[in-house]
């Protein structure tokens, strides 16, 4: 790349390995990078550590898995010290986990925080990105991780009328840190994923008025937290070795602590009794959490089995709610369920019985505008509001790093690569774009897996990689566009098997305007992932091309 397309700060920081973003994954990679002697750097945007916990601080914001399975699984000493206080970790416990950890492994002079980066072009002549942070700075560097989160970068749909409002503007995924006072006052939250299913009853806790407005219901199911019991947390930790091994075998990367005994589904629902289908429902609903993933083998597979447990799920929030016109409102009818996320709520379906909240049906009177005062509806309302919450997800998986600049081989862009569709090589790579690696990147489990978890082996596959480049004198790595070719139409294949193609849902891109169509998760489970990248590695790499830098070639 030329130097007068990379503005540079005031000197260069030559690095072997760049990491971007603070989160679980990128403080894996940092700690796996800084063992192996590796001159590493993590560059983080935020003030803090945490990546998704960081940024996330609305009301009520806490994990949907337990934290016992949620939770790093490298270090067998931090396992067993640290002792967690509630079942589902909140965003404030979960971030200073993240602190202990960074300082505990001696990560954070390695960070350099306040740098977003904006940039990173690769240089063809020297087999290196030239990264430049949001202030000027510019880093050179042979590897880059792209550690940036799944669901990262928030999405502002582009309503109407919005830089007219007079009130505060907060966005879930941006909360700020000072917080935002929300007591005795109207507050309006856009939106029903699983954000505002967390901060809906938190916020009408403390609001004079709350008003929700629904553009597709969602399917919630209690978490039923609670304080962690010592005795749970203590047998948990004496097993945690079977535990870690049952979550990499399992399609969803969590059994759920309730069903370790008999962690995998084994039956069709169809295969068995209705009194079977309901009892196995009751077990997990009593349970409380996510574990309906894991409840038979064929629920993503077969719409039947799936109305199965959708209808059961759908009585459950009608008994919840008490007005009956307002819990037809709340029941989704219209998708299947678990292909959108399920979500784990504490007390959401009931906070629509309280007085103080009014849910606003988007399907029945759409948004027309945001006035200077409120939220104007095709009814002619105006939605009085002093506080105005966005929950409206994120562009999720391609987004945190298609908003950077990011050029490969000619100068092409991340952007262009994926304009017809995306496409990686196992989420790990794409073709054109050598020494650029992606962590839980979109084609990868990600968001179907554990995060956590798939980020541990993934820093150790390109701990791998970047070692037996240097044992063969290489210092280039890229997939073979075959390669690519051959995963996108692999994942493609995988997810026509299931029901997740005909829901609209981030997981398929549909939740950006003019973001192409396409499964953004791989959905064939974890050990079938595994091989995958294996395979790749495999006879020196087989699915790749490795190269030389030119300028060192004749060195
Ligand atoms: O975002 P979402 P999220 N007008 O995309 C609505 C994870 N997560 O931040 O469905 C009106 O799910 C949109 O409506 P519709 C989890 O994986 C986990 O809540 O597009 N409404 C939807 O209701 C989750 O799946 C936790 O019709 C508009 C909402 O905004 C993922 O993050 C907590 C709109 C967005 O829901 C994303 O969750 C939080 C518009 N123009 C998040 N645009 C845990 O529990 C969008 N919407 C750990």
Redesign the pocket.
Known sequence: MADDQMPRGSQCRELEMAIVGAGFAGLQMLHRALQSGRKAVLFEAGSGVGGTWYWNRYPGA???LESLEYSLSFSKELEQDWEWSERYAGQAELERYLDHVTDRFGLRPHIRFDARIVAAHFDEQHHHWDLRTQSGEHIRAKYCVMATGL?SAP?R?D?AGRDDFNGVQVQ??LWPKQGVALEGRRVCV???????V?CIPEIAKLASHLTV?Q??PVFAIPAHNRPMDPAEQASIKAEYARLRELEMQSLAGFISLKFMADPHPKNAAMKVSAEERKAEYDRRWAAGGLSFYNAFTDLLMSKEANDSLADYVRDRIRERVKDPVIAEKLVPKDYAILTK?LC?DTGYYETYNRDNVTLVD?RETA?VRIEADGIRTADGRLHACDVLVW????DAMTGALDRIDIRGRDNRSIRDHWAGGLRTFAGLMCAGFPNMIFMNGPGSPS?FFAPIQLAEYQADWIERAVDALAARGLDCIEPTDEAEEEWVAHADAVAAHTLLPSTRS?YMGD?IPGKPRRILIYLGGFPAYRDACENGAANGYQKFRLGRAPASAGA
């Open positions: 806490r994990v949907d669901l999405n749909p309503i879930t995924g856009i939106g029903t994923g699983s954000s505002a967390q407005f553009r597709t996320r784990a988007l948004i929950a409206t997800g994120f968001a981030w939740n």
